[in-house]
């Protein structure tokens, strides 16, 4: 059966119009240090995602590999797919511009199946989707909302936002997460996460900046496991 899970959402007390500094700043943490490069030296600045800064923040050799290789094996490729088309899914629904949501996730998992492959049927990955996207949507998190913000593409970082939402209190983030595994150290390790996500206070800042007549007021994921 699947579930989906949700930890205490992440209270965000900064002003929206706090400067977070970026990858390319100087940043001290306990487990990290970033140092400026001269300009002279190298031009302009690289600018990095929220997701490729948190990966360099985890270990830098993992960050550098991501770049240049993909990760194999029936069961990374099956659930990142089964993820984008749950991720469809939900975009489809909160979008709200008439397309079924269930339908546009099926298109994904279908336009993306690997040829070649008899281990593992289309119509048995589309039943897990089918279940899996039905818990997701249950949620409804927008209801009620004045504004709703689907994959939201925000400044120079192409910070790219799942879902946010506004109501009298602000705006609400959620970034959506997929997994197979539904071991419960897993599950615990995912939410965990959460409280020292750069990306999540990255989305919170930048958003915060583009839309500063509203405050943000939380952040967080909500994990599917199927």
Known sequence: MSEVYSPSQTELTTEPKESVPSSA???TGSSVSFAKTPRSLVGSPAIYSPSATERYIRCPRLWDYSRRWEEGGKDN???????RAIHTGLMTYYRADGEDPQQA???TLRDEWPPDTYDVSLEGAADRV?????????LDLARGALEVLTEEIMGPEAATLDMAWR???GWHIVDWKYTHDASPWVIQKR??????SWQLRHYAWRLGQERDEYPVVEA???????
């Open 130 to 138: 089918r279940k899996c996207l039905k818990r997701g949507l249950a």
């Open 25 to 27: 700043e100087n940043v």
């Open 167 to 169: 109501d009298e209190q």
């Open 220 to 226: 967080g994921i909500a994990l599917i496991v199927g």
């Open 105 to 107: 996730a099926y298109a």
């Open 77 to 83: 490729w099956l659930q990142r797919l089964t993820g």
């Open 191 to 196: 939410l965990q996460e959460t409280e020292v």
